[in-house]
């Protein structure tokens, strides 16, 4: 057994009660399909200056996007100091009928502009608001360059899949890092019962946080950058039949209650979260929001589901950091993958929660 799957045993045994999913993924779900596209150059401008790009995208399409319909939604922010663009519209009609997008915030405005050419070559009637959340990546990217190209952005969207998702220094995760080692995707997922009913939570997360006080600072240099202020991006989708208000109440609960290392809540990091359900869906093809076969689940159920997303978001966290090939960057900063005391000493720091 490898480095990474003692470790990866040692985080299920410690953080989790369910069974993981089938792929241990997001797209356990039904119909959620995840794409990455990965931009790692090193050029010269036309102006003669050199470029250092290690930046990306990552996206998840939470339902077959040629469908005219609608999911519920909600979503959850700490520090807000992100771009997310559509989050008011989403918040306020907790509906989601967009694919979500992690990307550096100078390419928010491209992915925006590629989801809106996604719906019209999908012959869409509506695919808006798009959601984009926007991540800084500067400290191994250079931001100032801009190479993501709609196109690119569009063949993405295309070539999503169902199967199992790549982790680590891919996508939006190139240049992510987390705790001063080198961050990135994770994903992971539960399986749980309701009343003798089965049901699946996914997450995906994006590590870019914790690096105003890591747990123990790499032998590389740093910079008067080393306080930047970093995010945690969490995508959260589970095919339990939920209305809004038990959403937002999941939601609210997962923020308050999912034990963080204490100096990410101490922070000036921000924590962004989007959780929505596969069942239920709004059928939005005669131009009118059906819900079809309408179901709900009871208020007594919602802890379990807390629990299964909580689990799925830790082990998905911890992914993220294992699977996280080391990346050298502009100005010649390297990032290291987190060696097995580091993830100890992580672990030791979230509180036990039944």
Known sequence: MSRKQKSMEVIKHKLGKFSRGEK???????????????????????????????TGLTAVLPYPMKKEMRLFTGSFILGGKNEVTGYEVTDD??????????TNSFNVGKAYNAILSYGFALK????????????????????????????????????ASEGMVEEGSIGVGLGLRAFGWKG???TASRVFSLDKTHFTCGALVASNHGNQKPLKKPEINFRSEDGKEGSLIIIIGVDVPLVPYQIKQITKSLMNGLPFPSHLKNSSDSVI??????AN?????ND???????????????????????????????????????VQGRLGRKVETIPDDEIDKLLERFETQD
């Open 24 to 54: 241990n993924s997001i797209t356990d779900l039904k119909g959620i399909k995840v794409g990455h596209l990965s931009i790692n150059k090193d050029l010269l401008d036309p102006s003669g200056e050199k470029a250092t790009i290690r």
């Open 93 to 102: 009609f907790c509906y989601l009928n967009s694919p979500i997008v992690i």
């Open 124 to 159: 869409r009637s509506e695919i808006w608001p798009p959601l984009v959340i926007g991540v800084d990546d500067s400290f191994l990217n250079d931001m100032r360059k801009s190479y993501l190209d709609e196109k690119d952005i569009l063949e993405t969207f295309f070539n």
């Open 184 to 186: 990135g995707i994770g």
């Open 273 to 278: 979260g989007i959780l929505f359900s596969t």
């Open 281 to 285: 869906p709004m059928s939005m093809e």
């Open 288 to 326: 009118e929001p059906i819900v079809i076969d309408f179901q709900v689940v009871d208020d007594s159920f919602l802890r379990t589901v807390i629990q299964a997303a909580s689990e799925a978001t830790h082990e998905a966290l911890f992914n993220s950091l294992l699977k996280a090939a080391p």
